[in-house]
């Protein structure tokens, strides 16, 4: 694969992952699609390895939230090889609370930074970190 295909193949997982969080049951077929199995997760409150659970995970963290829209700039992707890649985006998450839950809407903007690997399977997400850069809102657990 050169180095043009890898950055498009990486940066159309990424956007993929992105778009599942908002649109698909995050379930084990899911994740196997997804992720490599030694994948490490870290959102800004918590943190997840390996696949198994990986999709209760995410969905979790989703859960209080009736609907969620993730947008990104499209990745900066260095190929690392012939079967790795690390990649970088700007990514805002806007989380709309279902009824009763909290007020109104939690929005953060972030950056991403991870890792994909070319498995026999396809490129899959290897690691994956979000640092905040700014919130808007109540995020879930906190007071509003």
Excluded at 14 to 42: C, H, N, Q
Excluded at 97 to 122: H, K, M, N, Q
Excluded at 124 to 137: A, D, M, P
Aim: glycine share 10%; charged share 20%; net charge negative.
């Amino acid at each position: 694969m050169n180095r043009r295909e890898t950055q498009a193949a990486v940066a159309d997982l990424f956007g993929r992952y992105l778009m599942t969080l908002d649109t698909v049951k995050l379930d084990s077929e899911w994740a196997s699609w997804m992720f490599t199995p030694d994948v490490a997760i870290e959102f800004p409150m918590s943190r997840h390895e390996g696949i198994e659970g990986v999709a209760d995970y995410h969905a979790q963290s989703l859960a209080p939230f009736a609907g969620t829209q993730h947008l990104s700039s499209p990745p900066v992707v260095d190929p690392d090889g012939d079967t790795g890649a690390r990649f970088r985006a700007h990514v805002v998450s806007i989380h709309v609370y279902a009824a009763g839950t909290a007020p109104g809407r939690f929005s953060a903007g972030t950056i991403a930074t991870g890792e994909a690997r070319l498995t026999p399977a396809g490129w899959r997400l290897r690691r994956l970190s979000l640092q905040v850069v700014w919130t808007e809102g109540h995020p879930p657990g906190r007071a509003a």
